[in-house]
């Protein structure tokens, strides 16, 4: 009787510890968390996977020009917007701010059940400095030029002291706002700072100052961080150290080389140093989730030709010895090795987010590769209210997958989630198979592209999201007893549960010999079960 009478207050007890523990997730700021196999973004207490789009450059600079927008892109399955909002705007005078555009674009943001990514664009965008107000474009003196070859050029040296301490400012008093405007209901949920970075035109800085800097000492900061993390350095990087020497003391070109590529690290270096400079009084009023985009180089295009110092692959360690507020470094994604260079950003320590990339067919393609083979946070192309249409591809895929989130989500923790654009086979192994995967064909009619995901969500059963494969099963080991198919069920996931529609069999599975996304009629959402048979 004894444990009867105190039974009920320790479970009110209980509820009540589980309560405040719920209460404090669903307070934190957005954040990243590495979860299982997995870097996901947390919102609110759970995983969340942005769904986005990026807007044109100005189109979010007007209200009224934006009003229209918002239902579109809502109705094209977006969850996230990803939005700039530039400095010229913010303080039009020194020390005045104005945040009526921050507080409307979030008011409007919420009314269309969206979230928002902010591109702080300041000192740069696009490697330019056409975002800074005009009270820092108009004193050179106070706020100093890259030169190239001799002449000073609208970009802003990011060795001027004095600017970098403006840029902080603002970004802090926005930063601060934001917490205070949106700090409990969490729409805005990470910023970009800067976009696209880096010296167009030459291969470095040629400034007065920028000439005595690459002439001194590299900062022992860099060097000692190049040898604590020594096994971790992009292969690049670690190789032109170790050609000359791994010094730990010297010029820049002492440790780094006589060439163009060291005039990319010394840049890299400044640029890294400024901007995570910029990052860290920002999210010293409000930490939230904070990155750079990257203009992508091709291997062999000589630094200037793309922005000099932006956080190339190769680059990235020398952004993360200067310093730690910024969370992550991604790839505007444009080029056709999508997958290549999804692995390049995708490494330890450095989750994948895609903040701008093609959209249309080629996205609702390589959205899956993103988010399922490398296990991406979020998805944005670029223009996204121009393509915005009903008859958009894209909205498709963003549909699918946001029927199965709640599963991707924990399989990507799991790690037994595979995706796959298909220009060549694929084979992976799950689950103790080996999956097969191959354009679909029947009949001698193959189809002209294929892509999806696949799931290992039980024993012998998977499921598939995509259009135009399909997959064939070998036991693991292959000595082993041979493998059938039960049964395959396409259907749909609402609030999370299952429907089943029809079952699949016949020629919808090749008479048993195959799992089939067909690539007439759309995405399918397919779950097979196996078993085995000697």
């Known amino acids: 009787m004894k444990i009867r009478r105190f039974a009920l207050p320790i479970l009110i007890f209980l509820t009540g510890i589980e309560a405040g523990v719920l209460s ?307 790839p505007d994604l444009y080029a056709t090795n999508f997958e290549e260079w999804c692995r390049r950003y995708h490494r330890a320590g450095n989750p994948l987010y895609m903040p701008e990339t093609r959209g249309l067919e080629a996205g609702a393609a390589n959205v899956f590769y993103a988010l399922g083979e490398e296990a991406g946070f979020g998805f944005s192309p670029f223009a996204i209210e121009s393509e915005a249409s009903a008859t958009d591809p894209l909205g498709e895929s963003y549909h699918a997958i946001e029927s199965v989130m709640p599963l991707l989500l924990e399989h990507q923790s799991a790690g037994n989630v595979h995706g796959f654009v298909l220009g060549s086979d694929v084979d992976f192994t799950m689950n103790g198979y080996t999956l097969h995967v191959t354009r679909d064909e029947i009949f001698g009619n193959r189809a002209a592209s294929g892509f999806g995901m696949i799931m290992a969500i039980g024993k012998d059963e998977f499921l598939g999201v995509g259009k135009g494969f399909r997959v064939t099963f070998t036991q693991r080991p292959e000595s082993g007893p041979k493998v059938g198919i039960a049964a395959i069920d396409e259907g749909v996931f609402k609030d999370g549960k299952w429907i089943p529609a029809r079952r699949l069999n016949g020629d919808e599975n090749d008479q048993g010999k195959a799992w089939r996304f067909d690539s007439r009629g759309g995405i399918k959402i397919e779950k097979i079960s196996l078993y085995r048979f000697q």
């Open 24 to 330: 404090a997730q669903q307070t934190q700021p957005p954040h990243l968390e590495k979860r299982g196999a997995a870097t996901q973004l947390i919102v609110d207490g759970k995983p969340f996977l942005m769904l986005s789009g990026e807007l044109h450059n100005s189109s979010s600079s007007s209200l009224e020009y934006m009003k229209p927008i918002w239902p579109k892109l809502e109705a094209l399955g977006l969850n996230t917007v990803v939005t700039p909002l530039s400095w010229e705007l913010i303080e039009p005078k020194e020390g005045s701010f104005d945040f009526a555009l921050v507080d409307g674009l979030i008011d409007q943001a919420r009314a269309a059940h969206e979230r928002i990514v902010f591109l702080w664009l300041a000192s740069w965008k696009n490697g330019m400095s056409s975002y800074a107000p005009v009270w820092v474009k108009s004193d050179v003196a106070r706020f100093p030029r890259v030169f190239e070859h001799g002449n000073p050029v609208e970009i802003l040296s990011p060795l001027g002291t004095a600017t970098e301490e403006a840029d902080a400012r603002a970004f802090a008093a926005l930063m601060r706002h934001i917490k205070q405007v949106d700090g409990s209901q969490h729409t805005v949920l990470m910023m970009q700072v800067e976009n696209e970075v880096g010296v167009l035109g030459d291969s470095r800085d040629h400034s007065p100052a920028a000439n005595r800097a690459f002439n001194s000492a590299v900062p022992e900061q860099l060097t000692s961080y190049l040898k604590t993390h020594y096994n971790e350095l992009y292969p690049d990087l670690r190789a032109r150290w170790d050609a000359h020497g791994d010094k730990t003391t010297g010029t820049w070109t002492a440790v780094f080389g006589d060439d163009l590529r060291t005039d990319e690290i010394f840049m890299a270096w400044n640029y890294a140093g400024y901007i995570q400079a910029v990052a860290k009084a920002g999210k010293a009023e409000y930490d939230i989730p904070m990155y750079v985009n990257t203009w992508l180089a091709g291997d062999t295009t000589p630094p200037g030709e793309f922005p000099s110092g932006c956080p190339e692959p190769w680059v990235v360690d020398v952004w993360k010895a200067a310093g730690s507020s910024l969370d992550f470094y991604s």
